[in-house]
Nanobody, 121 residues
Framework: VQLVQSGGGSVQAGESLTLSCTAS????????MGWFRQAPGQKREAVAV????????YYADSVKGRFAASQDKAKLTVYLQMNDLKPEDTAIYYC???????????????WGQGTQVTVSA
């Protein structure tokens, strides 16, 4: 599955952004679609995951209540709505499909190209 990301950019603290991740095909089963981020000099951090058929979502504690994952099945697209952004949310954000094992481990061979999110104080 190929993934193409869009969205991101530079905003002020407290503002919002929406990231998109479009898959090249539907795999025909409940599939996990995850969002991860990596700040300079930091390890990759799991942000959110959405299971496409069961509509189950999980979030990292650092974004819970501020970020929301959603999907448009007809468009094979998942979204990450990011509200009340903070400077510590600054990172490159990646989407990943068909995560294996525990979602936070980020084990997948299907990754988007990444998109920069920069939040200024």
């Amino acid at each position: 599955v190929q993934l193409v990301q869009s969205g991101g950019g530079s905003v002020q603290a407290g503002e919002s952004l929406t990231l998109s991740c479009t898959a090249s095909k539907y795999v025909g089963r409940d599939m996990s679609m995850g969002w991860f981020r990596q700040a300079p000099g930091q390890k990759r951090e799991a942000v959110a995951v959405l299971y496409t058929d069961r509509e189950i979502k999980y979030y990292a504690d650092s974004v819970k209540g501020r970020f929301a994952a959603s999907q448009d099945k007809a468009k094979l697209t998942v979204y990450l709505q990011m509200n009340d952004l903070k400077p510590e949310d600054t990172a490159i954000y990646y989407c990943a499909a068909d995560l294996r094992g525990y979602w936070k481990d980020g084990t997948s061979s299907n990754w988007g190209q990444g998109t920069q999110v920069t939040v200024s104080a």
